[in-house]
């Protein structure tokens, strides 16, 4: 395409920060555990302090303890996010579009048949050598055309706008709406 600048290098270390950043940002923060407040045993202790020829110890729900609390637990508020600078976003987006334009990423029509049904989706991906491939659909397609394939397993449906570098890099295919050529071209500029 004569329309975007040539990228004839991947800049590698750029979209590996990038790749990091990205998942991050969409971790789920899900992991838990208990610490000695929220462990409900009772505050007894245990023993007498001295005599016994034990250890002295002072609750039940010591770390060091069977069944004791997290020394330092995760409380579910940890925050992983980490800020992506517009410049360097547009950057990494820039580099990976134009490095695999023609190579991953091609503008069809997405209007391949009068019929939509997951049956002719999954014909039209075969017709067209893109079945078992992960595959993105950008644009603005009919509501038919998402429903006939959104239960084929390996296809993404996303608007323009959440296209982003993680999925120039990992996916196989990525296939946008030509009516976004213009779009793209101008982003590009």
Excluded: H
């Amino acid at each position: 395409m004569i329309y975007f600048k040539n990228y004839n290098f991947l800049d590698y270390s750029n979209i590996k920060n990038y790749i990091k950043m990205y998942l991050s940002n969409i971790r789920n923060n899900i992991s838990v555990q208990k610490n000695k407040s929220k462990i409900s045993y009772s505050g007894k202790k245990p023993w007498k302090q001295k005599g016994t020829g034990n250890a002295r110890s002072g609750k039940k729900s010591s770390p060091i303890w069977r069944g004791g609390a997290r020394a330092f637990a995760n409380t579910g508020k940890e925050n992983y996010k980490k800020k992506i600078n517009k410049k360097f976003y547009k950057y990494c987006y820039k580099n990976s579009f134009c490095f695999f334009l023609g190579k991953k990423i091609f503008f069809i029509n997405f209007n391949f048949s009068k019929k939509y049904s997951t049956k002719e989706f999954y014909n039209n991906m075969k017709y067209y050598n893109l079945l078992n491939k992960n595959t993105v659909f950008v644009g603005n397609y009919k509501k038919k055309f998402y429903f006939s394939g959104r239960n084929i397993k390996f296809y993404d449906f996303v608007k323009k706008d959440i296209l982003n570098p993680y999925f120039l890099i990992f996916k196989n295919k990525i296939l946008i709406d030509y009516n976004y050529f213009f779009y793209y071209k101008k982003y590009f500029k």
